[in-house]
């Protein structure tokens, strides 16, 4: 069992380059969702997905795209890079988005923008 | 909306003493509250959680919280910390409907 699986682990940009981090889960949980990590601030939510079709904006949305074709995938588009997007991003699902559903987390992408 | 606030950045504890990181929260009705730990590189993982009932609960890896709703306040404890337990802790709320919000975070680091 994979649970939440992100893609890639590292990665470098320079600015106004574009890129995909992908999400996928193998727990059938109809909520994703996408926090950034950045020291002090702990986790801030920029989307989520209460299903396939459905996204809508978190904390922090600007810079950032979503969509969710399938029920496993939540792919997280930037679509011109900028150095304030340098952070740690997790990928997040869980059951439901009601706040009682603990979240399961895949291990991260180190994104840096120079 | 919730919001969530852990006063200590940064604690360090000898391993062998006991420890208690804090969490504060701000939320209109009884929330949800829980717990993560993050090992380096890792992502996070669930400690604990309390949704009703008990007012303490039990985690793995020898950790309990502690809700007190007069004081708003969802501490998490251990009585003897072990050099695996260096990581960093989040606490977390969780509304109805409105997802969950996270502390910024307290870095736990253990001496010999």
């Known amino acids: 069992n994979a649970g939440v699986t992100q893609t890639p682990k590292f990665q470098v940009l320079k600015t106004g380059q574009s890129m995909t981090l992908q999400c996928a889960q193998d727990?059938?949980?109809?909520?994703m969702s996408w926090y950034r990590q950045d020291p002090g601030m702990g986790l801030r939510l920029i989307h989520y997905?209460?299903?396939?079709?459905?996204?809508d904006q978190g904390e922090v949305p600007n810079g950032y795209n979503v969509s969710r074709s399938t029920t496993e995938d939540f792919p997280l588009r930037l679509l011109s890079a900028a150095p304030s997007q340098t952070s740690v991003y997790f990928c997040?699902?869980?059951?439901?988005?009601?706040?009682?559903?603990?979240?399961?987390f895949g291990n991260g992408t180190r994104l840096t923008v120079t | 909306a919730q919001s969530v606030t852990q006063p200590d950045i940064h604690i360090t504890v000898s391993e062998g003493a006991s420890l208690e990181l804090r969490c504060n929260y701000s939320?209109?009705?009884?929330?949800?509250l829980f717990w993560y730990v993050q090992s380096p590189g890792q992502g996070l993982q669930l400690l604990l959680k309390?949704?009703?009932?008990?007012?303490l609960v039990q985690g793995i890896k020898g950790f309990e919280a502690e809700f007190k709703r007069s004081q708003s306040s969802f501490n998490l404890r251990k009585p003897s910390v072990h050099w695996s337990d260096a990581a960093e802790y989040f606490c977390?709320?969780?509304?109805?409907?409105?997802?969950?919000?996270f502390g910024a975070g307290t870095r736990l680091t253990v001496k010999p």
């Open positions: 727990m059938n949980h109809e909520y």
């Open positions: 309390y949704f009703s009932g008990d007012t």
């Open positions: 977390a709320v969780g509304a109805v409907f409105d997802g969950m919000r």
């Open positions: 997040a699902s869980s059951y439901s988005k009601q706040g009682s559903s603990p979240l399961h």
């Open positions: 939320y209109g009705a009884t929330p949800y």
């Open positions: 997905s209460v299903g396939a079709g459905i996204t």
